[in-house]
């Protein structure tokens, strides 16, 4: 039951907006986590690829935080390309000739998706902070129900990086028999101290926004967008690493000869995280970036298994492949590793491989050749295992 | 099978090194395998070719995981020091340590962790008493360097040597039970490893034990 594609979306984006959409209708409830039942929502996706006979070569991408379904290019709103074209299309990683690749924009999203910009059906005004806090359980909750309205019955793969990469694990926890193969990357089995701390930074930034109006700036007119820019500013440090920064940058001026004495953007690097800053409001809803970020935040999958993060995989026969770099300092090595030991304490199928790379955790989504031919080596044993057939050479 | 494919099959076989064949042979077929020290995963491959096994490992070397993760094998980046304490008890049929006991800091430790999580386990190792190594020991008064031991002894990963007749001891002292054990000289000639293991201590360049607790 695809809806109009305008039926939830704010006037001035629904014409623009490419790809599917799904509503569920009050008949149909998400129980979030929070205790409340989300009714009337719409779930944004996109598929590339096509479902083979037997339903057995789905495969579904989870996007990280400031990510979307978009991940093939042009992107509607910025017109650049996908934010994992690299990994997936014909003949790549995940090979849209052979297998049928779909990315829902996430629950609490803010392109397509049910989110804090879209309209309360109740109130026919947008959600803003009415909507429930979603977490991490409730976005694959909601991806499941897309399957089911898909008719897909199980996964091949489930992959993602990060915030995808959680989405992954928690996949893996909750539908262990529709997942075949689980591949978190860049990821953790919970939200660390430091992690939530630099959120925080972000959210408080939004907030201290006059702009911003207790959250209810869409009604008002207004946006944002100065306390938006400075949270992306402080999360997208944390995207990258002291050697990538160096590499990049130095301590070369921007434009000048010479400083300037004063508080402009002498720095290259300054100037380029006011850009990253500025572009980012563009495409981004403020309220969507406080639900997210509290969404990882609450994400601890050893707490919803009497905290013992093993248990959420005991029985597992899901083929597991964890990936890491060396210089993510966000989700640095030692988690992923953590999540390692959980599944070899069930004796899962698991794979893990950390790569070098002085990209922090921004690697997953750039050229790292080796992590996308060590992928690819895990994903053709897969498909063995799953009957499909193999990569024409 | 066709002749093509035959072909392919006589190939690995013959590819596969004289040690690994003796620890495969002692495989049933359709078992559960963990491989501790898998290297680039020649073991696992060969047990899920043609012995249809549900093989895992686990190897420190990061060329080696990225070898055997692309190869399609179940593998992870792991130290067996202190990454086998997690597997649960009895969860493989055959836990394989090849080549790899002389390289562990606490070795007697992953002696019992092996036969802990594994039915059996299966050690391969080279053996220091081989006469040769004897030979140049007396002879040049020097830590033998050899074909099979290739390393001076600044940079060696082998910090725990020890000899056929080392290994059976202490397997006595820790109750465990050799169900099999044979030693192999350089030019790949296999001997069985009799009760005082005198001969094979003397003529083993390596040797492979079949354990049960």
Redesign the interface.
Known sequence: MTVPRNKTLTPQEAPSLPGHFVHFGPERPLRLDCGVDLTDFTIAYQTYGALNEDKSNAVLVCHALTGDQYVIGPHPVTGKPGWWEMMVGPGKTLDTDRYFVLCANILGGCMGTTGPKELNPATGRPWALDLPVITVGDMVRAQAMLLDHLGVEDLFVVIGGSLGGMQVLQWAANFPERVFAAVPIATAGHHTAQNIAFHEVGRQAIMADPDWCGGDYLSQGKRPHRGLAVARMTAHVTYLSEASLHRKFGRRLQDRKALSYGFDADFQVESYLRHQGITFVDRFDANSYLYITRAMDYFDLAAEHGGVLANAFRGTKT?F??FSFTSDWLFPTEEA?KV???L????A??????F?SDKGHDAFLLDEP?FR??L???L???A?HRGLPRAIP | MSPDALEVSNRRRKSIRVDLQIIADMIEPRTRVLDVGCGDGVLLAYLGTFKQV?G?GIELG?DG??A???????????DADT?LK???DH??DYVVLSQTLQAMRAPKEVLGHLLRIGQRAIVSFPNFAHWRLRWYLVRNGRMPVSEALPYQWYDTPNIHFCTIKDFVVLCREMGITIERSVSLDQRGVTRRIGAGAFFANLLGEHAVFLLSQ
Do not use: M, W
């Not at chain 1, 070899?344 to 004796?347: E, L, M, Q, R, T």
């Not at chain 2, 190869?71 to 980046?77: D, H, K, N, R």
């Open positions: 083929r492949c964890v590793r390692v030991h959980a070899n304490a069930v004796a199928n698991v794979s893990f491989a950390e070098i080796e031919r060590v690819s080596g895990f053709e044993g897969a063995e | 549900d895992r990061t995981v990225k055997c993760v692309s190869a399609g094998l179940s593998v992870i980046q792991g990454d997690d597997y649960p969860a493989f």
